[in-house]
């Protein structure tokens, strides 16, 4: 028997390997896959031939403007059906992205959508989410900043509706500013992702908002377009996600049957009645709620609608992940003598949250895409401002373009989510050895 | 074993109820029933100032409670409705019914026609064939990162722009296409219809007995009957003979252009179109994900031991896979027709009239807005109660069965 190694070396037959063993297998394998690939030959090239005439060859760029600065698109009519008529974006891309704000100041929402990107990119570094310097000190600092952050808002608020004394008010305003400042700067230390989302969403605040640092103050009704859409899904998901590992350890309590069952309630009513009902509940009956003279800010109303809805979905996902972890590892803790809050948030949650980011970030593209839901109840996100964009009579007849440019937009930030969810999921597969 | 709560190897929360309340901090259960009150004081007098305001408010701005405004006429004009509806005459009641069956409606349909697509795409998905695999996956991404209003505003406009009746598309003039929506040929009713959809289900019956008796038939001997004679006869012939007994009559109301508009025949409205179609592509690329994944998470041993038992393909496909297969695809699948039913509500961005559309135009000529959407929610909860209950009934019907 010859040795394997000094066999000669032949190449597989042509017929085995290369590209027409390729195409043969995959293309052409039977007379039905033949047939098959055939018919979605001609229909693929059909399709991209009359995507490329319409959207390239035949499209039209750019249109005259009058003295007035109406456009003149008859160019654009000329060419409808076998054009795009892409002037529209040209003329509208402004009014669409940023909204109605003050147009020699768009650069601020332009900067705080790249703050959002970038915060996005950062978070999804791996290793940057581990605790930063480990001490006691600097742990209760930061946790004493923000309680007191806290604080002074409830009791601003409170205040606000009870009518405190100026003196008063000043004073908690400027305790407020220190205590923000000390906790983004304490937080930074002790925990570097959190802080780093404290400080980034900060700023994009006061970017939008203005009226410090030399910015002219913006009224929030003058918000619109992407910088809406990404407040809108940001802020409610970093509020809804706390807010959900919360209702998760309260519906699995054993020991809190109280507690238990008003998560129940919670996670259920919000999950049987679709997001539009609680917009709507946010739009008009929120105002009921609200002691007379409160005027609560149509943004912020449906923020709040967002954020307990989203939190009720994120709940069952997380509930998913601590029912997925062995019951042994709880036990150890206990074993261990550790308290509730030190098994929970040593041992149990860093455990479970990790088996579940994948549908954690499916559902956060879930509800990236629902935001666009606020059309409906007139808030102007970047949907809104494509419909208002089209409602402008010259440009009234080219639909298409604007919604083609609007789904290009939620693509790439969806694309971008799931592309990040799937590679974590194969990364946690093979940990697991599968 | 007999498991007591003296048993020192079981200490801890099970045990600790038969051993008492100790009034410290150190016991546990002090400390969750402390905790409780708490957490359920802070949940209840949150719901109290909210009701408390909200009554205030009412009161401030004298509005009436109550569900007495379901008895006044709506005056809300009703574009298709199942049954007879006058604005001028029924009442608010009757239009948010209406409501509720146009939700049902395109609910119903849009789950059927997107199990069906997704199913189609799921396959296509895992095909040998490079070409459509690729295809269907692409459809599947791109479908899914787009935000479901959006397609619907996308697809509305797209029927919109849609010729004029008057150079309607038509199918051998019988069907039309034009921005008005489709018309389509409508069958008269006979009463011949009637006894030969009696015979239908009788055929039916007559079906699902005798596969029955197959079935028991061919444990005993091991040979099945067959089963197709008694199914064509009686779904088919059967119904057919009885048709033909009364004359076979036939007579269809076909849609004519008068004037600038359709008269008679069967509409289906652009703006039910419009939802069907974006619930229909947008749900089928989330069903043809699950439908995928079910089919793959079979594992390949399970064809082979099939083949090797020397069972056709069709039987393989029906009797092995689809049962292991449907356990993994029936839960999400569930949470699909969920999300369906709830996303119809997206209907009142293009005007369709459904249940969330009907319920705002009453809101907004009552001023009635806690009670409107307390009734739209109760619709949802209901409906979604019912899809889970029936689900979790097939569900646990298909389960594995475990010792």
């Known amino acids: 028997m010859t040795d394997a190694t000094t066999a000669p070396r032949v190449r597989p037959p042509a017929s085995v390997v290369g590209p027409w063993a390729w195409l043969r297998a995959n293309l052409f394998k039977s007379w039905l ?11 693929i090239g059909r399709g991209l031939l009359g995507l490329i005439d319409w959207g390239f060859v035949n499209a039209v760029w750019g249109v005259p403007y009058n003295a007035q600065g109406v456009p003149d698109t008859a160019s654009c009519h000329a060419a409808k059906g076998q054009g795009a008529c892409w002037a529209i974006i040209a003329d509208k891309y402004r009014l669409i992205l940023f909204g109605r704000f003050p147009f020699d100041e768009q650069w601020r929402p332009a900067v705080a959508v790249v703050l959002f990107i970038a915060l996005y990119v950062f978070s999804a570094i791996k290793g940057v989410w581990r605790k930063g310097i480990d001490s006691p000190l600097l742990r209760t600092a930061a946790a004493i900043a923000v309680v007191t952050v806290l604080a002074t808002n409830v009791v601003g608020w409170l205040g606000g509706i009870l009518g405190l004394p100026t003196v008063l008010g000043d004073i908690l305003h400027l305790i407020d500013i220190v205590a923000r400042y000390a906790s983004g700067v304490l937080l930074l230390f002790v925990w570097p992702a959190i802080g780093v989302w404290v400080v980034v969403l900060s700023a994009i605040f006061v970017l939008m908002a203005g009226g410090v640092y030399g910015l002219s103050p913006v009224a929030v009704d003058s918000w619109g377009g992407l910088p809406i859409t990404l407040i809108l899904a940001t802020f409610g998901l970093a509020f809804a996600f706390p807010l959900s590992i919360l209702v998760a350890l309260g519906r699995r309590s054993t020991q809190m049957p109280a507690v238990k069952m008003i998560c129940v309630l919670y996670v259920e009513l919000i999950r049987g009645v679709p997001l539009i009902s609680v917009l709507f509940m946010a739009s008009v009956m929120f105002p009921l709620f609200m002691p007379p003279g409160v005027n609560v800010d149509k943004l912020l109303r449906a923020q709040i609608a967002v954020i307990l809805f989203a939190a009720a979905y994120l709940a069952e996902v997380v509930r998913g992940g601590l ?72 440009w009234q007849a080219f639909p298409t373009e604007v919604y083609i440019v609007l789904a290009l937009i939620y693509i790439s930030f969806c694309f971008a989510m799931s592309k990040y969810s799937r590679g974590l999921e194969r990364e946690l597969n093979q940990a697991r050895g599968r | 074993m007999s498991v007591t709560s003296s048993d020192p190897r ?45 009554m205030q408010n009412l009161a401030a701005r004298r509005i009436a409670t109550g569900f007495d405004f379901l008895d006044r006429v709506a005056g809300i004009p009703i574009g298709e409705s199942m049954i007879a509806y006058d604005s001028s005459v029924h009442t608010y009641g009757r239009a948010l019914v209406i409501g509720v069956l146009n939700t049902l409606q395109v609910s119903v349909v849009g789950i059927i026609l997107a199990t069906i697509i997704g199913t189609l795409v799921g396959i296509g998905r895992l095909s040998s064939n490079w070409l459509l695999a690729r295809l269907t996956a692409f459809y599947v991404e791109v479908i899914r990162d787009i935000p479901l209003l959006l ?110 508009n359709f008269q008679g025949g069967g509409t289906i409205s652009p703006e039910f179109s419009a939802l069907l179609i974006g619930l229909v592509t947008y749900t089928a690329g989330f069903i043809a994900e699950i439908v995928r994944s079910g089919i793959q998470a079979v594992p390949n041993g399970q064809w082979e031991a099939a083949r090797a038992l020397g069972l056709r393909h069709g039987v393989i496909l029906r009797q092995i896979i689809l049962p292991q297969a449907l356990r993994v695809i029936i839960p999400p699948m569930t949470s699909q027709y969920l999300n369906l039913t709830k996303n119809s509500s997206l209907a009142v961005a293009i005007g369709f009239q459904d249940i969330v559309s009907i319920a705002n135009t009453t809101l ?31 569900n646990a019907r298909i389960a594995l069965v475990e010792r």
């Open chain 1, 33 to 43: 896959s033949t047939a098959t690939t055939l018919v979605l030959v001609y229909l």
């Open chain 2, 151 to 260: 397609q619907l505003l996308f697809w509305y406009t797209m029927l919109q722009g849609l010729p004029p009746p008057r150079q309607a598309w038509s199918i051998g003039d019988t069907a039309f296409l034009s921005n008005r929506g489709i018309k389509l040929p409508l069958l008269e009713w006979q009463t011949a219809y009637g006894f030969a959809l009696l015979g239908l289900a009788a055929g039916i019956a007559a079906t699902i007995w005798w596969s029955r008796r197959a079935s028991r038939v061919q444990e005993q001997t091991g040979v099945r009957p067959s089963v197709w004679p008694v199914a064509i006869g009686g779904m088919v012939v059967l119904p057919l003979a009885i048709w033909a007994l009364f004359g076979a009559p036939l007579v269809l109301d076909i849609p004519a252009l008068r004037g600038f």
């Open chain 1, 323 to 394: 029912q997925a972890l062995p019951k042994g590892q709880a036990e150890a803790a206990d074993a261990l003598g550790m308290t509730y809050w030190q098994k929970t948030g040593l041992i149990v949650l860093p455990q479970a949250l990790r088996l579940v980011i994948p549908p954690l970030v499916n559902t956060f593209i879930g509800f990236f895409k629902d935001t666009s839901l606020v059309l409906i109840i007139g808030l102007f996100d970047l949907l809104t401002m494509g419909k208002i964009a089209l409602s402008d009579p010259p």
């Open chain 2, 10 to 54: 079981i200490a801890g929360a099970r045990a600790a109820p038969k051993r008492g309340i100790r009034f410290s901090w150190s016991d546990p259960l002090f400390r969750a029933i402390i905790w409780q009150i708490v957490i359920v004081g802070i949940v209840v007098g949150i719901g109290w100032y909210l009701v408390h305001n909200t």
């Open chain 2, 364 to 394: 907004n000529q009552t001023g009635q807005a806690i009670e409107v959407i307390a009734i739209i929610m109760a619709v949802y909860l209901t409906i979604s109660l019912s899809i889970s209950l029936f689900m979790n009934w097939y």
